[in-house]
């Protein structure tokens, strides 16, 4: 039997680069697409020079090229795009690369007839949530360009199963945080914010009362999924990827104090905030991929806080 390889887009980002070394462990080839712009190519020529990876440096938002390069791959993991502020500073290229670029990548998968591909897709499809936990099938309303083109893309999915029989996973992933993790990452930049101000002696401000919610998930955690969506039996469905607790913006600050050590109490800010709250229905995750959460918030942002992130 010929060796898998894995055609993966935006695998030199910060969770690619969780994915790439267990993709190698299990014994596939790695050939990453990327366009670089916010790939980290030391990382890559580290993974290049001790196992079987390859990187094009080349942008989704060429189909030709896209085709052309995954010739030859047995399985794909499409995670380029631009992120969620840049979609609202700039739309047109947000449309250009998580639209068009997701479509160029899903007509390949289907044309070469690739046995699985794995979708980056995100909590942010949901838009505010009615209810908490946030299950796969409750009413989508997303917001910004980014998260109407990870709807879309799944969407798109359904399109390319139904018309070339594309087997495919799109995991909608709650908040990311771990080792690698750019400073300026979006819902995630509260806990830079935080244990900045930690760091300089000074204590966290918290605006309102700190209710306000995310579920927060580690990348090796979110990095397991994507191998195991990439194995399982089942297909052809959203599932979400977090931990299904909701850490309210006022844990995460005792938890980080704790962790840096610092003898502070958060100071409250008065002032009337949305109150938005995040925490995903895990069950989907546990039944299709067998997946559960291996590290806590507190022990991931402990170990972020003491390795230096
Ligand atoms: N980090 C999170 O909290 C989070 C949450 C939900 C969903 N996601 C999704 O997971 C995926 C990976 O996220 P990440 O945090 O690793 O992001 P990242 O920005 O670190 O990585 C994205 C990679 O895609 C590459 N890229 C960007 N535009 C490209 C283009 N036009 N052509 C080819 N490559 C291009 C970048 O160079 C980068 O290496 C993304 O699809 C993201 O939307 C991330």
């Known amino acids: 039997m010929s060796k898998k390889t894995v055609f993966f887009t935006g695998g030199a980002g910060f969770i ?39 990187l094009i440096d080349q942008d989704v938002r060429y189909g030709g090229a896209v085709h052309q390069a995954m010739k030859g791959c047995s399985h794909v993991i499409h995670f380029a795009a631009v992120s969620i502020n840049k979609s609202q500073s700039d739309p047109y290229e947000s449309m250009d690369i998580n639209m068009i670029g997701n479509h160029n990548v899903f007509a390949a998968a289907a044309d070469h007839g690739v046995e699985r591909l794995v979708f980056a897709s995100s909590a942010s499809v949901y838009g505010d949530p009615e209810h908490l936990p946030m299950n796969e099938d409750d009413k989508l309303s997303p917001l910004t360009p980014y998260c109407i083109s990870k709807r879309a893309g799944e969407d798109l999915l359904g399109f390319y199963q139904r018309r070339a029989n594309l087997s495919w996973i799109a995991l909608r992933f709650f908040n990311v945080y771990g080792p690698g993790q750019k400073t300026t990452a979006y819902y995630t930049s509260v806990i830079n914010h935080f244990v900045n101000r930690l760091r300089n002696g000074e204590a966290p401000v918290i605006d309102g009362s700190g209710e306000q919610s995310m579920d927060f998930i580690h990348v ?80 991931g942002m402990t170990d972020l806080i003491r390795t230096g992130g």
Do not use: C, W
């Open 220 to 299: 090796h955690d979110i990095a397991r999924s994507a191998v195991l969506a990439l194995e399982s039996e089942q297909a052809n469905l959203p599932i979400n990827i977090g931990t299904g607790i909701d850490t309210s913006i006022a844990d995460l600050a005792r938890i980080l104090i704790d962790a840096v050590g610092a003898d502070v109490e958060p100071i409250f800010n008065p002032r009337d905030v949305l109150v938005s709250r995040r925490a995903a229905d895990v069950r989907r995750a546990q039944e299709i991929l067998g997946f559960e959460p291996t590290i806590d918030v507190r022990t």
């Open 16 to 54: 690619g680069l969780h994915v790439v070394p267990m993709l190698l462990e299990r014994g596939y080839g790695v050939r990453i697409f990327d366009n670089m712009f916010r790939g980290d190519r030391d990382a890559i020529a580290k993974l290049a020079a001790a196992g079987d990876v390859e």
